[in-house]
């Protein structure tokens, strides 16, 4: 063990430890039913689209199949950020004019708002709190020109400036003090959330609209207009297929979005004496400019929830159990403690990991293929709190074929399908090959840049090797 101190049996989940005593297993599908729309998976995804669908149109008849608990996926294990951004969205916008992309950033930065709107509406209490976030650059010098080309990336993209602007120095130390704050982006539409809160809370409130959940169903065959478990079946016309990084069973998915492994710590609650030194007051999400991305936030109950380098594993398998091994919570520990020197000597308290799903396109997407009674959408790349939200409503509106305003927006198809808008990965070890080399030049980059020592030629070079990357990837 090393001068940070660590439970040994710090291998869980903290947000499944907020929700009290686990209640009763929801009863298994054990017969052969109907129903007007069955949707395969019970996370946010799939909750939001049942949401949706009945607020819309209650006479339907829903029936949900989860093969765990509710929440068992991503949905109930992520860092809790609530981003009103889409991971990938350049390349759904990218090409579209200024006030088209405008009109789209204003979509998913209301999104947020939205969330926060519906949560306190149907009074599901998940912790949400809308204080921004800080993209800071708090290392090294090198980060201050990574940011503020970032931020101009954001406004170019149709961020308004109202919504993402600069924090110099002072500014970012009022906010939050870093070990060196040089400056930084700040995003006011961020929220956060304790997300196993926020699905238990949904489940229950689909519920109350006269949902059916089924827990421990795990679908079996997705074939058309029907889906069967070991015990039972449900024939609908329309098909939800809401797995994300879970789609194990679906080779048909799986070839086109993968999982990718993403593991978070959260600390011991903070004295006040920490967080005086510390600042965070309005609760901002925060990360630091880093290829290998790291983010957190101080929670309601005052610790640390902070998640960084996400891994992809040979084989692309999702990560069912939660565990996570000493190794990896000491070296988010070591980066949170590198950010926030506030922090040396603090306790660990959990660590754990999931899957969420990146898309072979690296964009998300909210798909109906009403020819084969099909609908799915994923692919959030580790931003899916409020994308799913927004593509759950997405998607609802879909099949039931409204025109609204969502369904205009460029990450929704209507009668098309997944096996045709999105590539298929490469096969293996390609994969694996191409993600190991991705990790190390990234980590060189950054290994170059906390140095602080001028490398005229390997800098550059390396910097447009990732920028390269990163095009590919992003
Ligand atoms: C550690 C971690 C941190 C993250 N942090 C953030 C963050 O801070 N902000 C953010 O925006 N995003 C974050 N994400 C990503 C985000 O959590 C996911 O994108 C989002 O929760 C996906 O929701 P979903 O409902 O689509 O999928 P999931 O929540 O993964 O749900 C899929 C469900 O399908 C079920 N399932 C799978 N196969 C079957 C089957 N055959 N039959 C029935 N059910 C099945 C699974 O059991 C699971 O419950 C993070 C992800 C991880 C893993």
Not at 38 to 63: D, Q
Not at 115 to 143: M, P, S, T
Not at 347 to 353: K, M, N, Q, S
């Amino acid at each position: 063990m090393s001068e940070y101190a660590m439970h040994t049996d710090a291998h869980s989940n903290f947000w499944s430890t907020t929700l009290g005593e686990r209640p009763a297993s929801r009863p298994r599908l054990t017969a052969n039913v109907q129903a007007d729309v069955v949707i395969v998976g019970a996370g946010f995804t799939g909750l939001w689209t049942a949401y949706y669908l009945k607020r819309l149109a209650p006479e339907r008849e829903i029936v949900v199949l989860e093969a765990e608990r509710v929440g068992h996926g991503a949905s109930g294990r992520n860092g809790g950020w609530v981003v009103g951004n889409l991971a990938g969205l350049e390349r759904h916008i990218g090409g579209l004019s200024r006030e088209e992309r405008r009109t789209c950033c204003g979509v998913v930065a209301d999104n947020v708002d939205e969330v926060g709107r519906v949560l306190a509406h149907e009074g599901i209490e998940a912790d949400f709190n809308k204080g921004g976030a800080i993209y800071a650059a708090a290392r090294y010098r090198d980060q201050i020109a990574i940011q503020r080309d970032y931020l101009q990336h954001l406004h170019e993209l149709g961020h308004s400036e109202a919504n993402c602007c600069w924090l110099d120095a002072e500014q970012l130390s009022e906010k939050a003090r870093f070990r060196n704050g040089h400056g930084g982006i700040y995003h006011r539409q961020v929220a956060t959330v304790n997300p196993a809160k926020l699905v238990a809370g949904l489940a229950e409130c689909v519920e109350r609209l006269s949902v059916t959940i089924h827990e421990q169903s795990r679908a079996e065959t997705l074939s058309h207009h029907k889906v069967s478990t070991r015990e039972g079946s449900v024939e609908s016309p329309m098909v939800v297929c809401a797995t994300e990084g879970y789609a194990d069973r679906f080779l048909d998915f799986k070839r086109h979005v993968i999982p990718v492994q993403s593991l978070v710590i959260a600390t011991e609650p903070l004295s006040e004496a920490r967080w005086q030194e510390i600042g965070m007051a309005e609760r901002p999400a925060f990360a630091d400019a880093s290829r290998l991305i790291n983010y957190g936030h101080r929670t309601a109950d005052g610790r640390i929830v902070f998640g960084a380098r996400g891994n992809y594993y040979l084989g692309a398998r999702s990560k069912a159990d939660q565990a996570i091994d000493d190794e990896a919570i000491r070296m988010r520990r070591d980066l949170l403690v590198d950010l926030l020197p506030a922090l040396e000597g603090v306790r660990v308290e959990y660590g754990w990991g999931g899957s969420l799903g990146l898309s072979r396109n690296f964009r998300p997407h909210a798909i109906l293929d009403r020819r084969d009674g099909l609908a799915t959408a994923g692919g959030y790349a580790g931003e899916g709190v409020a994308a799913s939200h927004l593509f759950g409503r997405t998607l609802a509106d879909l099949i039931l074929e409204r025109d609204s305003e969502l369904v205009r927006m460029p990450w929704a198809f209507a009668n098309d399908s997944h096996r045709r808008l999105i590539k298929r990965w490469e096969p293996e070890p390609l994969r694996w090959l191409a993600a190991q080399a991705i990790t190390f030049s990234y980590a060189g980059e950054e290994a170059l840049m906390r140095r602080d020592k001028p490398a005229p030629l390997l800098k550059p070079a390396l910097r447009r090797l990732n920028d390269r990357f990163a095009s590919i990837i992003e």
